[in-house]
Structures are given as structure tokens and as C-alpha cells.
């Protein structure tokens, strides 16, 4: 009766979509993929991203779903289920959300500044220029605002309401794809002249963020830029984490997972490059080209200032867009976090709310470190792809660029073979489906992925920095 009740999962088809959507838009989308695009230039970065979440991105949806829905297992069991030698690759997969939540809802903590401010008729002071960093340097608001994201997101997986949280965003979803385009059109006609005279537009910052600009090009920066878009499009839709091989288990037998999955995937797609096409030339158009390399706290500090051109309806504006993307970012922490609790309830046999309150009190603690890196601990440090960062960019780098592309070469070493790739194909034609791009698919995750994914984690570790620097430059 229990093992129905759990495998209850989502009732149909639409339900799927929504809910895997829900949980792969999120603040990946709005807040990580802008400040990469922009830092790498744009055009390029694009270009590389789009490819790679077509293809890769696809493949590896479909291996995750496809595996969790054929064993019905959660990660932390599910490898080791097929093949018990590869038991580790579960283990491997639950510190990616681990890890991931020990920022996310230091992100999320802005997100919910800013509608309070947005709310409490401040919105205007958040476009002054040293509103988001004078932020950053107050750690006590900083951990205030983290904690208060986190206790959201553990109250609800604490009660188990996802169900009616994802009710919610049914209608938040859409509504926020409305205000993006809105906002981005109007953003179009933006237009500023800074001290110096330089007059600046959107259609330029537009085409800075469309058009590949290889000028300059060495090997080692194009590798850099599609270790960022590869592992973006992992982490946008939340791959290499075990989540959707729990979601693939949730859902139902005779849902064609071939379309289910393009839609999940296009509509991700969308909704980052409708986001950045209004971040990146925002940016250049208000703070200038230099001013794109400035990192994370990009979405804080340009939209603000879009809205502030609005008048008063950008106050309005304003804080419908940060409540939406409150809501978008909830529904992805709150499945970061079912993650975690589902399995320490395997690994140590703990109860639901025992696991949800200890791993939360966890994740805060670790949290608050993180933040105190933007002021009491502050200190650079040069990453392995020459960014200087802090804890937050350490801890972002260590999940999204090297481990993630770990496990997802490990997987594809899993599925292309050991397993071999018809366990997927077998399950993704269950039921008489067709599956249109199984032949690539083969092709893809038995060479092509595993063959990327190493040279990418490789180049993570700064080791090809370090082969380059040594023999080829010289
Ligand atoms: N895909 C989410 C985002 O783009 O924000 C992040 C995420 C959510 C990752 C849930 C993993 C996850 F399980």
C-alpha cells in the first residue's frame, strides 16, 4: 500500500511536464545563466548552450528519467540496484544537491530582499549603485534574509505540500513567462548616456549577447566557455544530482517521454535566453561592457535599474517580478532539498521530519559560513578558469563545474557500457512508443558525451590551464 501510495507520483502527462519543469526553472535559469553569458561574452557562450542542451542536455534527461522510471528507485539505490560495483555513483550524485543548497538559498535570501524592498516602496534605493554590495558587506541581514528563504523551503518539504505548492506554480509559471517577454520588450528601448558622454543602447547590448564574438579566441577560453554552457545545462535542468532519476520514477508508464522530455528542455531553454536578453544588455547598457564580468550579483544590480526607468509602475513591476521569481526558485530549492531528506532517510534510516529538521539545521550552518565569505571572512580567491571569486563562487565552481560533469561522465561510462544504452531505449519505447532519436541517442552517450564530459572535467581541475601554459604557449 506504502510502495502505492509513493508511486503515485504525478496523475498524467501534463502533470509530469509542469512539475519537472517547476523544478528544472529556478534560479539556474534567472540568476546563473544571465551572469555566465554575460561574463563570457554572450554570443558564444549562446551558441554553445543551445547545442548542447539539444543534444546532451536531451540525451542525459532521457537517461535519468528512462533509468529511474524502468528500476523505480531513487538515486542513492539505484546504480548499485543494476550493477552493485557502481553503488559509489549514487553516493556520488547525493552531494551535488547537497552542496548546491549550501547557496542556493543565500541567492534565494536576495531574491526575497528585494521583494521586500520592491514591496515596502524601496524598490527605487535598490537601483543605486552600492545597494547590492552595501547588502552583501551586512552579514547579519545577509543570514536574516538566507534563513528565512531556507525555513520557506523546509516548511514545506516538512509538511510534504510540494503538491499544493506546485498547484501554485501552475499559474506562477506562466505568469512569469509573461512578465520576462513583457519586460524584455520593453527593455529593447532602453537608452543611456553615462559621465563621459558615451551614449549606449539595448540593440547594441542585444547583439553583444547574440552574435559569437571570437576575437582574441585561444583554445583554453573556448574550453573554458563550454565547461560553463555544458555545465549550465546540467545544472538548469538539474542533472547529475539524482533528481530526475527520482522524478522518472514518479512518473506514470504510458507517458511518452521522448516529447515530454523535448518540452521540459525547450521550455528551459527559453526562459534562460529570454531572461539573459534582458540581463546582459542591460548591463552594458547602464554599467558598460567592463561591467559584465562583475559575476553573481549581476541580476540584482542591472534589473533594478530597468525598473527604476518605469516610474512608478516599475515599483509594481518590480515586485510581482521578484515574488514570481521567488515562487520559480522555491520550486526548484524545494526538490533540491526532497532530494537530500528522501535519501539520508535511506542512508541512516532517520525519520521524514527528523531528516528534513537535522539536514536543514545542517545546510544553514553551512550557509552561514557561506555568507560570512562576503564580509567578515572575506578573501579572493583565482579559480581554476582565472575568475577570482568567494566561498559562494568556490562552492558553485566545486558543484556545477567539476562535480557535475564527473558524475555525468560516470553515468554515460554506466549507461553507454556497462549497462549498455537499449536499457534505456527499451524503456523510453515501452508501450509502443516510438523513440525517434534513438539511434543518436546510442551515439551520444556511448561516445560522444563521455569523450566531452572527460576532457570538460579535466579542464575544471585547471590541469589543461597548466598543460598549456607549460607546453604550448612557450
Ligand atoms: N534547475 C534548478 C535551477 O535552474 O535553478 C536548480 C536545481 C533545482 C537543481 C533542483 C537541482 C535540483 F534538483
Not at 542536455?57 to 528512462?66: D, H, K, N, P, R
Not at 521586500?116 to 558587506?137: D, H, I, M, R
Not at 561592457?289 to 530597468?306: C, E, N, T, V, W
Request: proline share 3%.
Amino acid at each position: 500500500m506504502e510502495k502505492k501510495n509513493k508511486k503515485a507520483g504525478f496523475s498524467n502527462r501534463l502533470g509530469f511536464i509542469l512539475a519537472t519543469a517547476g523544478s528544472a526553472v529556478g534560479l539556474g535559469n534567472i540568476w546563473r545563466f544571465p551572469y555566465l553569458a554575460a561574463r563570457d561574452g554572450g554570443g558564444l557562450f549562446l551558441l554553445i548552450y543551445l547545442l548542447v542542451s539539444l543534444t546532451f542536455g536531451f540525451s542525459f534527461l532521457v537517461t535519468e528519467l528512462a533509468l529511474g522510471r524502468r528500476t523505480q528507485k531513487h538515486s542513492l539505490e539505484l546504480f548499485g540496484s543494476i550493477k552493485p560495483r557502481w553503488n559509489f555513483l549514487g553516493k556520488l550524485t547525493f552531494i551535488v544537491p547537497f552542496l548546491i543548497m549550501t547557496y542556493y538559498p543565500i541567492i534565494g535570501g536576495w531574491v526575497l530582499k528585494y521583494c521586500f524592498s520592491f514591496l515596502s516602496g524601496q524598490g527605487k534605493a535598490t537601483a543605486t549603485n552600492n545597494f547590492f554590495s552595501n547588502f552583501l558587506n551586512l552579514p547579519g541581514e545577509l543570514i536574516f534574509w538566507m534563513l528565512a528563504y531556507l525555513f520557506l523551503t523546509s516548511i514545506i518539504v516538512y509538511f510534504g505540500v510540494e503538491k499544493g505548492i506546485e498547484k501554485f506554480s501552475k499559474i506562477i509559471m506562466p505568469g512569469l513567462v509573461l512578465i520576462i517577454i513583457g519586460i524584455a520588450i520593453y527593455s529593447l528601448g532602453l537608452k543611456y548616456t553615462d559621465i563621459n558622454g558615451e551614449t549606449r543602447t539595448a540593440t547594441q547590448g542585444l547583439k553583444i549577447y547574440l552574435l559569437p564574438n571570437l576575437n582574441g579566441m585561444t583554445l583554453n577560453k573556448f574550453l573554458e566557455i563550454a565547461l560553463d554552457a555544458v555545465c549550465q545545462v546540467f545544472y538548469s535542468l538539474g542533472l547529475s544530482m539524482g533528481i530526475m532519476l527520482t522524478y522518472g520514477a514518479y512518473a506514470k508508464k504510458d507517458t511518452n517521454m521522448e516529447s515530454a522530455v523535448q518540452q521540459i528542455d525547450l521550455f528551459d531553454v527559453i526562459i534562460s535566453f529570454l531572461v539573459g536578453s534582458i540581463i546582459v544588455p542591460a548591463v552594458y547598457v547602464f554599467l558598460g561592457k567592463d561591467a559584465m564580468s562583475q559575476g553573481p550579483g549581476l541580476l540584482f544590480i542591472s534589473l533594478p535599474k530597468i525598473f527604476n526607468t518605469m516610474g512608478l509602475a516599475g515599483q509594481i513591476v518590480g515586485a510581482i517580478f521578484f515574488i514570481m521569481v521567488a515562487f520559480a526558485a522555491l520550486t526548484s530549492s524545494i526538490s533540491l532539498l526532497e532530494a537530500i531528506v528522501a535519501s539520508s532517510i535511506e542512508l541512516f534510516k532517520v525519520s521524514r521530519k527528523r531528516s528534513c529538521v537535522l539536514n536543514s539545521l545542517i545546510i544553514a550552518f553551512l550557509s552561514i559560513f557561506v555568507c560570512l565569505g562576503f564580509n567578515l571572512f572575506y578573501f579572493d580567491f583565482k579559480l581554476p578558469n582565472g575568475q577570482v571569486g568567494q566561498l559562494l563562487d568556490i562552492v558553485d565552481y566545486l558543484c556545477g563545474n567539476f562535480l557535475m560533469p564527473l558524475v555525468a561522465f560516470l553515468t554515460c561510462v554506466f549507461v553507454g557500457w556497462i549497462v549498455k544504452p537499449n536499457f534505456v531505449i527499451e524503456e523510453m519505447e515501452f508501450n509502443n512508443h516510438k523513440f525517434k532519436s534513438k539511434n543518436i541517442y546510442a551515439f551520444t552517450i556511448k561516445y560522444v558525451a563521455p569523450i566531452i564530459m572527460l576532457i570538460l572535467f579535466i579542464e575544471s581541475t585547471g590541469l589543461l590551464n597548466l598543460i598549456y601554459s607549460l607546453f604550448i604557449k612557450n
